[in-house]
């Protein structure tokens, strides 16, 4: 490893779900340690974050005292009580360092934004993030020998979600917080706490909904007997609707070819 990546801030991670392990093997593979507290969690979560080289700690002040970053991405009834955890271990140290808490939960941008001040009211030297994730977990689609030919800065062999955030400096006072937003793919959406929040309930209520409509559609035009000719219609007039249709189904074939 490179005196480059050696100096790179360790990244906090709550928790290591799906999406937690994909970000975590990311920014493993751009050089950061990834740190967890693993105090309380099953042995299926020990287990991937060790797959996922996650640093295990055992608890959430050690979490808070060796980490510049804290990144929540938990349920979203968790979402309050998970920022809780962290100002209540930040206030037991002394220190003045400042850390970030980036919270990436679907939550409303009411409650984000009550997390936030909830935060604030704390005075402790935390700056907060509102995030949100567009997209899957991230995932290395290159093979072994591509990536050893390219850079080992270059994130272009993942697939990588999209991050807005808002509320923030975009992590100015981090050394490498240029680095951490362009690995993560963030993109600083607003001044304002609760935009990124917002941003993600509009994003999942269209394409969660298209899926819907769609699901509803083709289930009702298979029972009428008239999928395929729905679909040569769609195809014909709007082809880019019918493939993100077919892709977006679950279970439904490209073609109807049903009993």
């Known amino acids: 490893m490179s005196a480059t990546f050696e100096s790179l801030p360790k990244i906090g991670l709550l928790s290591i779900g799906d999406m937690g392990v994909g970000i975590a093997k990311l920014l493993a593979a751009n050089g950061f340690t990834v740190a967890t507290n693993i105090s309380g969690r099953s042995k299926?979560?020990?287990?991937?974050?060790?797959?996922?080289?996650?640093?295990l700690l055992e608890s959430d002040v050690d979490l808070v005292r060796q980490s510049s970053v804290i990144l929540s991405i938990v349920p979203p009834k968790d979402a309050e009580a998970t920022a809780t955890r962290i100002t209540d271990a930040l206030a037991g140290l002394e220190t003045t360092k400042e850390l970030y808490f980036v919270d990436l939960n679907a939550v409303a941008p009411s409650t984000v934004k009550a997390i936030a001040a909830s935060v604030k009211r704390s005075n402790l030297p935390i700056q907060f993030v509102d995030g949100s994730i567009l997209g899957h977990p991230p995932k290395k689609t290159s093979t072994d020998a591509a990536t050893e030919s390219s850079s080992s800065n270059d994130s272009s062999d993942w697939y990588r979600p999209s991050i807005p955030i808002s509320g923030s400096d975009g992590f100015s006072s981090l050394p490498f917080g240029k680095?951490?937003?362009?690995?993560?793919?963030?993109?600083?959406?607003?001044?304002?706490?609760?935009?990124?929040?917002?941003?993600?309930?509009?994003?999942?209520?269209?394409?969660?909904?298209?899926?819907?409509?769609?699901?509803?559609?083709?289930?009702?035009?298979?029972?009428?007997?008239?999928l395929d000719a729905l679909k040569d219609e769609i195809g014909t007039l709007y082809p880019t609707m019918l493939a993100n249709a077919e892709k977006s189904v679950p279970?439904?074939?490209?073609?109807?070819?049903l009993g």
């Open 179 to 226: 680095k951490l937003i362009s690995v993560l793919n963030m993109k600083q959406i607003s001044p304002d706490i609760g935009a990124a929040s917002g941003l993600k309930m509009c994003f999942a209520s269209l394409s969660k909904g298209f899926t819907a409509i769609a699901t509803q559609s083709f289930t009702t035009a298979h029972n009428l007997g008239v």
């Open 44 to 55: 299926d979560t020990i287990g991937r974050a060790r797959d996922a080289e996650v640093e």
């Open 251 to 257: 279970g439904m074939p490209p073609k109807a070819g």
